[in-house]
């Protein structure tokens, strides 16, 4: 009865009762988006970090990851390769030759890693061979001498990248995709290069309007991208013996993945050819990287791994990839910061609520107290109704928020505007919201946790209140 | 059998520039089946005897011993049991709970004392059926007059056959007719249920029904009248 009467005293003043569900819905969507959105970043981060950049597990010799000298090889490679292949729950590793380099063209030159990999056996590990920018060549070919794969961010910074709106593309954009009047306007940047997004976007602003560059902008921005595919790169480096080499590569394809830091250090050779570079014959063995099954078993693998020849040090996806790792422990942390902060907010509406509804019902409560309703009971009845308050709002701000993050899983969210600014730190511009079961777990016990926080003033209200004096009022 | 006593009870309010003295040394005894009325002008001490007769109100001094427990002995939590199992309570403006049905509201009172539901049902049907109401179980108070309304609270304060019950001014705010039909379920009642009426009333009607009139007058008990009436058939 105590259940019945409580949800029934919930819709007593329907009005006042729905605005606080709805605060709660409300808040319980934005918590749910925003734990989503994160929760969708950091995956992202996490399945970059680890299929681009770090693999599960590396190892290296110990000098090489205070000075990345050539000589700092991986320790009896082959007793090492050995260990590995034995060890249960590997599902791939490579050898990489990974050397500091100078790259330069005609126009601008950069440092950076060179990595000489087995492409193909590459691909059992990274994804960067799926990050190939479509239009923009190809993944190294293992049988073509002399390519070189490097990312977009390097070729920027080459000048092997630009914007250009050729005769052709004018042509071509205009009255099928563009109407002319807007091309018209655009008559002045035909044919002139723009070597940053940035520069290009600055031109297009300053002569379309902004309900325009809107439409069209981004339009403009992927058919103007030009890359100077097949362009000589100079790559300086030094061989084991110290001396300095070169050598001259022709660009095979640009990749872009999510984490520009990344893409602007590292580039792409056959592992073959680089050791015929730095004369040692066979690749220089500087990493092994090796990917696991499950993530879980990565710290055990590492364990298993500490009886390796001297010398040689290995390290985890957490330990290369600290940002992730970070973020991935501190997950909790967040849930309940963001939660916390919006449960803390609706805690004041939902007291004030009950305290309404209190001083309502006083002569109601005292009559309750007089016939021989305990003070357990009473206790029980406010805080049942303030969990059905509270409940209902969070019911229907859980649904609502997971069909929205499930609809805009799909689809994602594009940040394009700041999409350079996150690309930089290692986030996508496109996020793809995802929440886990855990976080709906939380949020209940949050809620739970915030409905009975909240019903102890109001219920402390009412158990102070004197049958006596309550049944006098009118 | 005796079922109430009243010693030497004394109720004084002593507030910083109020002293009352509401109820003054007032001695009495009721026995089981009584239908008593308290009378006297406002002011009188009706309410407070009867709140202090409750357990709502505590004495100054004196004893109220309620079928052998002493009032006074009880702590807070046992004295609000001792309510819901032995004292039924009629209030003057009905305080039925607005969101409960008729039956709800009567079942109210025994689903406290976990009675099973059967039980529950059953009793609450018979109570409804006898203050007349059979037929409006499913409305709520609002659906009811005020004379449907305070039957469905007597109904309550029977429901779980209490010592007595208590109806402070309960034709107060009805109409003659509804007061009259009020008046004859409750005695009516009385006589079936053998459970002891104590009413505080200005009314006429009720004073002429009463087989005990009590006149209070400045909190002491003036006149202690026992009427010789017989009893009319269930």
């Not at chain 1, 004369?279 to 696991?292: N, Q, W």
């Not at chain 2, 819901?84 to 509201?105: C, D, H, M, W």
């Not at chain 2, 007058?217 to 009248?225: A, F, H, I």
Request: net charge positive.
């Amino acid at each position: 009865m105590i259940w019945s009467l409580s949800w029934k005293n919930v819709w007593r003043n329907k009005t006042r009762s729905l605005v606080v569900i709805s605060a709660v819905t409300v808040g319980i969507i934005s918590g749910v988006m925003i734990m989503g959105v994160m929760q969708g970043w950091i995956e992202q981060r996490m399945h970059d970090a680890i299929y681009n950049e770090v693999s599960h597990i590396q190892i290296h010799n110990k000098e090489y990851l205070g000075n990345e000298e050539p000589l700092f090889t991986v320790i009896r490679p082959e007793e090492v390769i050995s260990s590995v292949e034995a060890l249960p729950g590997v599902r791939a590793f490579v050898q990489r030759t990974k050397l500091t380099a100078m790259a330069a063209t005609p126009w601008a030159a950069t440092g950076l890693f060179i990595y000489g990999i087995d492409p193909e056996k590459e691909k059992s590990l990274s994804e960067i061979y799926k990050k190939i920018v479509p239009g923009a060549g190809e993944y190294i070919d293992k049988n073509k001498d002399g390519t070189i794969l490097i990312s977009d961010k390097t070729a920027e910074i080459l000048k092997l990248k630009h914007y250009i709106i050729t005769s052709g593309l004018f042509d071509r954009l205009g009255g099928r995709h563009i109407p002319y009047s807007v091309m018209e306007k655009l008559d002045s940047l035909k044919e002139v290069r723009f070597r940053s997004p940035k520069d290009f976007r600055e031109a297009l602003r300053s002569r379309l309007s902004k309900k325009e560059l809107d439409k069209y902008g981004k339009i403009l921005i992927d058919s103007a991208l030009d890359y100077r595919i097949r362009s000589r790169i100079q790559i300086t480096l030094t061989d084991s013996a110290g001396n300095p080499v070169q050598g001259t590569f022709r660009v095979c394809g640009i990749y872009k993945t999510t984490n520009t830091g990344y893409d602007q250090m590292s580039a792409f050779v056959n592992a073959g050819e680089l050791a015929s570079l730095c004369g040692t014959g066979k690749p220089m063995i500087h990493e092994i990287a090796v990917l696991l099954h499950n993530i879980e078993d990565a710290e055990s693998v590492r364990r298993k791994l500490s009886s390796l020849p001297p010398g040689n040090v290995v390290s985890t996806w957490k330990d290369l990839a600290p940002d992730a790792a970070y973020m991935n422990d501190f997950m909790i942390l967040y849930y309940f910061i963001i939660i916390g902060i919006i449960m803390f907010a609706l805690a004041f509406g939902i007291i004030n609520t009950m305290m309404m509804a209190i001083l309502e019902r006083t002569k109601e409560l005292g009559m309750l107290m007089a016939i021989g309703m305990n003070r357990r009971k009473i206790f029980s009845m406010i805080m049942l109704e303030t969990t059905f308050l509270t409940g209902v709002g969070a019911i229907a701000g859980m649904i609502s928020g997971w069909l929205i993050v499930s609809m805009l899983g799909k689809t994602g969210i594009h940040f394009a505007g700041w999409g350079e600014g996150f690309e930089a730190i290692g986030f996508a511009a496109v996020v793809y919201p995802y929440i886990t079961t855990e976080f709906f777990i939380f949020v209940i016990l949050m809620v739970i946790a915030t409905a009975v926080l909240s019903s102890v003033w109001p219920a402390r209200k009412a158990l102070k209140l004197n049958p006596v004096e309550t049944l006098r009022t009118e | 059998m005796k079922i109430l006593e009243l010693r030497n009870v004394n109720k004084i309010y002593d507030g910083s520039e109020v002293h009352v003295h509401a109820v003054n040394n007032i001695s009495l005894d009721f026995e089981e089946g009584e239908f008593a009325a308290v009378v006297g002008p406002s002011g009188s001490g009706k309410t407070t005897l009867l709140n202090l007769i409750g357990g709502l109100d505590i004495p100054t001094s004196g004893t109220i011993i309620i079928d052998g427990t002493d009032l006074s002995l009880l702590k807070p939590s046992q004295l609000i049991d001792f309510r819901l199992r032995n004292i039924g309570f009629v209030f003057q403006s009905y305080n039925l709970i607005p969101v409960l049905t008729a039956k709800e509201n009567v079942d109210f009172i025994m689903s406290l004392q976990k009675w099973p539901a059967e039980k529950r049902d059953a009793r609450t049907m018979e109570l409804l059926t006898a203050v007349g109401l059979a037929e409006r179980v499913n409305s709520r108070p609002a659906k009811l007059s005020g004379g449907q309304q305070q039957r469905v609270a007597v109904a309550r304060a029977l429901a779980s056959k209490p010592k007595f019950i208590l109806a402070d001014e309960p034709t107060a705010n009805l109409d003659s007719k509804a007061a009259a039909t009020l008046l004859e379920i409750m005695e009516k009642l009385n006589l079936e249920e053998k459970i002891t009426f104590i009413f505080s009333t200005h009314d006429p009607r009720v004073v002429n029904m009463a087989r005990r009139v009590i006149t209070l007058l400045d909190g002491k008990v003036v006149s202690d009248e026992i009427r010789k009436k017989e009893n009319k058939p269930a």
